[in-house]
């Protein structure tokens, strides 16, 4: 999204207009976003307030734009240009009875005013549960237009609610829905913003040895790009976790609800989770488990071979797609098939686009596996990325699932890599399976190489990535 901040002012040379409108091309404004949003719906009658014709002037919306915004047509202007508010504004209104008066209009203005200071408190409209929480501006965004707040939990400025418009109707005064703290509550609340600090500080101590410790690894041919970004953009170099991964404790069971009811009697008596129709063992034991200790747990997933039909040549192919709440899969097998390989659906930068299974004789019957993926060497899956693909004749398949505690996932996603990456060490090879930024590899062990870990700059505020929470 570039920034500009080009726009056409009406009237702006007249100086008895304490808010002028603010107006912009159509056209240009919507060439600021790459996004391709649905036409919003121009049926339904719409005015927008005026501040500097003082009244409520009947408009058309145009295009829909990021962060909730969209353009809107006033009738009384060219065609070619327009305002630029949220959908959810208080300058909008379908039905003139509602229409608040002119002094009403600036008094809601004025307030707002003090929303363009970050650090500026104030109460928030949550979307999902249509309850007001306390709520700080933790940063501005220009890229669209100006006054876009970033809104994030007060005394958390890392996680955020969202991108909110300044004349959203969601933001309001602190305390005007939410209750005003008593001495003891702001007590408890810098308690709790301690502990939070402390326990970050740890985090961060945590992860500057892992990234200085792990063995940190490059493709040969994105070397110039092993440190040239962070986290999840950009950067081409990864970490080798195994090391830290085994270090976290598995626990040594298969999980079924049955067994975590009987094993853990104790700790689901109050369990809303075990008394609802169909509980996930897999989830329900990351609640309850790791308060016994346990970071890594396991069970059992089973499911039929899908066919898919190719449709420029009619090839029927049959599939298993490994994607859920799991992080990592081992035990990977397949019932009633000669052959089986994981496969890179997409990826042009591979030179190998797939990895073979190997076929295992048993008494009880034969199946296709991955003898290298195991419970302390899974296959990771990637995060918002490609999907882990596997292509044979089989009939029926299982594996089992992991799920890794919170506070260890975190450490492991904070590491940054930019793949998800599982290593097969009899085949010598690393499979990288790309997040959203990056393209899938499967590369030989030589055609990676050691490189040093570089810090990136401390100033970099441009790519800390939140957690969007609406």
Known sequence: MGNKESSVESCGENENFKYPDTKYDAGEINSRHLVNFPVPDKTQDTWFWSFELNSWVPCVPVNNLPYGLCSYHLLVDPANLCVVTSTDSYRLIHDLSEAKNSEQMEQERAWREELKTVGTELDFLMGKSDEYVKAVVSRKKADIVPEVLVISPRKNPGQMFGYIYWESSRLAKSCTHTIQFTPDQLAEELDRETKAKLAHEALEADLYKMRHTLPYKCPKRFMQGANSGWGLIGKTGYHDIREYYRSLVPYLHELSVDHIISEFSDLVQNSEKVKSANPDALLLGSILLDKQGYQVFYDLET????????????????????????????????????WGKLRLWSSQDSEIKDIPMELVETFEGNYLTFPDITLSNPLFKATMGDKINIET??????????IIETNARRKLHSIGNSWAISWFDSLEIVLCLGHLWQPSLILKYSDTVDVAYVDPPKNNTEQVVCQTMV
Do not use: M, P
Request: proline share 0%.
């Open 393 to 402: 004749d089989g009939k029926t398949y299982s594996t089992n699932r992991i």
């Open 303 to 338: 499911g039929q071979v899908k066919e898919r039909t190719c449709a420029k040549n009619l090839e029927q192919k049959y599939y298993i797609e490994l994607d859920g709440t799991s992080d990592a899969y081992f035990n990977i097998r397949i019932y009633g098939g000669t």
